[in-house]
């Protein structure tokens, strides 16, 4: 009666605040990236194009290019267009003698009247005081041509490298990288303030230990409402990158709670957007629908530079996994209320506030009973098939095979079929799916029966994920640290997370292991069972393919008896 009752009270709280939210503004969700998308011609080229800027309507961009047919000398500023967000681009048109010189031009960022364009200039453009500078040029409405340029000054500029500008939203704030003294690395990112738009700028800071490092953070892009700032590396292979990187540069960035608030700790992109080439020059839209940026990846059009590509921004709402955003995931929010969990914290853009509250309602009601087509979702095995030995995997190339004859039982799972395992020797594996040093994760299984000892999950040559306790049947995981050997003080692996909830009663429940890249968590049927209380600092490596119903070794003892359906893996942190 106190659960029910508890839920009860819960979902009155969900409906009284889903009213309240009726008539509030709308904002958008916590993302994901989507698959990259080469933005082809007539934008890239066989030359080099880097993203620059867009217009607040998202009509106009600005971006480089280095030699296409119509360049002025070597670096220009490009211009191109679109009737509509979804129509294509126009063929781009280059500037002009006015804005680009015979150096070096770079789009860097243009105001949110689109009145002030604000690039880079090299040393070759006459009236610069170093080897880059910060130049803006201005125009008396978005109809009429751009006037003759203006340096920053010597407030700004400096003799070393004075580069990538980006403008905030109200003007105030131009943040840039430099290389010049009283920095941390190669290059650093610096902010100088003014009072209003007609103050001069004041002496720029350095943003500090936090955001920059004894590598090099270059070309800073400030999102519309001051709360992320993204940031790359430079591509020159002898600079150092950042600890964390995928590739020669990547994109990074750094978030506030607001913007009187320090920067948070630079987190990397991930590998949708950085890949092993250099990935660099990230801008979002200013509607938060899309990421752009530059990359030299395999299969563009380009140069050393690259092309220019979009990766949608996909909001991330189903908390509890389950395909469908629904009164579940309202409870998850309203239970963490006033809290700062970060699953739940999804509002406003870009990365929630800091705080579980309405914005986080609002957010998420844009979404309910929507089907979720989720990027994160990097593996799902339904278990529905009535005969065949392929467990077929929906989203991803890694199938399963059935061993040893495990039998389809149509007409007995939680999601339509499931799984038969004997007990003795059935077992289902896989392909390499997932290496659990790689960063989050989580594994979801719905199972019936099993006795102590047995495991419903584990990787070859790795752990057992998911399985039964030998001493009472509760859930437990062998994922831990994988500890050192050798040396004068070697260091044993982390010890297993094992919970006191029983999984071998013979009833259905839905099981979970979360990885959120600092402490493991398990939960039965929607509750968490057991979490680290103490952090970790990574999960030991494995590279082997996955097996159902049976422990890593197919060892006897290990086999599953009873019903295994709907295992879903998630590159992310969930909350089931």
């Not at 267009?81 to 063929?91: C, K, N």
């Not at 610096?190 to 350095?206: A, G, I, K, Y």
Request: with cysteine; glycine share 12%; aromatic share 10%.
């Amino acid at each position: 009666m106190k659960w029910l009752g508890r839920n009860r009270m819960r979902l009155v709280v969900v409906g009284i605040v889903i009213a309240i939210v009726v008539g509030v503004p709308r904002v958008k969700a916590d993302f994901t990236f989507g698959e990259p998308v080469n933005l082809g011609p007539p934008i890239n080229t066989s030359f080099n194009e880097v993203v620059g800027c867009f217009s607040t309507d998202g009509l106009t961009m600005y971006f480089s290019s280095a030699h296409r047919p119509g360049t002025v000398f070597n670096w220009d500023i490009w211009v191109a267009t679109r009737e509509t967000i979804d129509d294509e681009w126009t063929t781009p048109v280059n500037l002009g003698p006015t804005i680009n010189s015979f150096g070096l031009e770079q789009a860097g960022s243009i105001s949110s009247d689109g009145l002030q364009l604000y690039f880079t200039a090299h040393e070759d453009r006459p009236g610069g005081y170093g080897l880059q500078d910060v130049w803006v040029m201005s125009r008396a409405t978005p109809d009429d041509s751009w006037n003759e340029p203006v340096n920053l000054g010597s407030t700004i500029n400096g003799s070393f490298r004075d580069f990538g500008p980006s403008i905030s939203s109200d003007g105030l704030e131009l943040y840039f990288a430099s290389n010049r003294p009283g920095g941390y690395g190669y290059s650093d990112i610096w902010v100088s303030t003014r009072t209003t738009t007609n103050d001069p700028w004041t002496e720029p800071t350095n943003l500090g230990p936090v955001v920059n490092s004894s590598a090099s953070e270059t070309y800073p892009c400030l999102s519309d409402d001051g709360r992320l700032l993204l940031f790359n590396e430079d591509d020159d292979p002898a600079t150092p990158k950042r600890p964390g990187g995928y590739g020669g540069s990547d994109n990074w960035m750094t978030t506030r709670s607001s913007v009187s608030a320090p920067w948070g700790t630079p987190v990397n992109l991930g590998p949708i957007v950085n890949s092993p080439s250099n990935d660099g020059q990230a801008v979002l839209s200013h509607d938060s629908s899309t990421l752009y940026f530059s990359s030299a990846r395999p299969g563009g059009l380009g140069g050393t530079k690259g092309d220019i590509y979009q990766a949608p921004i996909v909001p991330i709402v189903d908390f509890n996994a389950d395909g469908i955003v629904d009164a579940s995931d309202m409870s998850i929010v309203v239970d963490h209320w006033d809290t700062n969990d970060s699953l739940c914290d999804i509002g406003p853009t870009p990365l929630g506030d800091g705080i579980v509250d309405i914005e986080d309602i609002v957010v998420l009601s844009e979404h309910l009973f929507a089907e979720v087509d989720d990027p994160t979702l990097i593996a799902h095995w339904p278990l529905d098939e009535v005969q065949g030995d392929i467990a077929y995997n929906d989203v991803s190339d890694c199938d399963g095979t059935l061993m040893s004859g495990p039998i389809w039982q149509p007409d007995s799972g939680t999601v339509a079929g499931s799984l038969q395992f004997d007990g003795i020797d059935d077992y289902v594996g896989t392909d390499f799916v997932l290496n659990p040093a790689d960063g989050a994760f989580s594994v979801i299984a719905w199972i019936k029966g099993g006795a102590r000892g047995q495991v419903i999950l584990s990787q070859a040559s790795g752990a057992h994920w998911l399985m039964a306790n030998s001493v009472d049947g509760t859930l437990k995981t062998d994922l831990n640290e994988p500890g050192t050997t050798g040396g004068r003080n070697p260091i044993p692996p982390g010890p297993p997370l094992i919970s006191a909830t029983n999984i071998t009663d013979s009833e259905w429940h839905r099981i979970s292991f979360v990885w959120d890249g600092s402490h493991r968590h398990l939960h039965v049927d929607g509750v968490e069972v057991a979490a680290d209380i103490e952090p970790r600092s990574v999960l030991k490596d494995s590279g082997g393919g996955l097996y159902f119903g049976a422990g890593k070794e197919l060892a006897p003892g290990t086999y599953f008896s009873g019903l295994i359906d709907d295992i879903r893996i998630y590159n992310r942190a969930v909350s089931p």
